[in-house]
Nanobody, 128 residues
Framework: VQLVESGGGLVQPGGSLTLSCTTSGGTFSQYNIGWFRQAPGKEREFVGVISANGDTAFGATPGSTAPVKGRFTISRDNAKNTAYLQMNNMNPEDTAVYHC?????????????????WGQGTQVTVSS
């Protein structure tokens, strides 16, 4: 299974950006697809997930003062084997490399386990 993220770039504070995660191989419609991000010098953190049946959940992102829930939306198009991360009202703390992750397991309470497949990531920079 291969995952390719796209849509990253430079955006001003308060702006919006939509990332895409397109997969090949495997059975996309059966995968829970997650989004993670990693800022320089920080650990990779869980942003959110969309389950195979379309339910979404978002991470607490403790390293950020602005929760992603309410600002970010995750969706999927099974016909295109693609998941999306729409980010609104962005701030500099959202600057990171964003990765998608396929075949996440869960939920177990509020916990999701990382899946087997990762994309290479796409850089998102929020700056004026």
């Amino acid at each position: 299974v291969q995952l390719v993220e796209s849509g990253g770039g430079l955006v001003q504070p308060g702006g919006s950006l939509t990332l895409s995660c397109t997969t090949s191989g495997g059975t996309f419609s059966q995968y829970n697809i997650g989004w993670f991000r990693q800022a320089p010098g920080k650990e990779r953190e869980f942003v959110g997930v969309i389950s195979a049946n379309g339910d979404t959940a978002f991470g607490a992102t403790p390293g950020s003062t602005a929760p992603v829930k309410g600002r970010f939306t995750i969706s999927r198009d099974n016909a295109k084997n693609t998941a999306y991360l729409q980010m609104n009202n962005m701030n500099p703390e959202d600057t990171a490399v964003y990765h998608c992750n396929a075949d996440m397991k869960g939920p177990y309470g509020n916990t999701w386990l990382r899946g087997r497949y990762w994309g290479q990531g796409t850089q998102v920079t929020v700056s004026s």
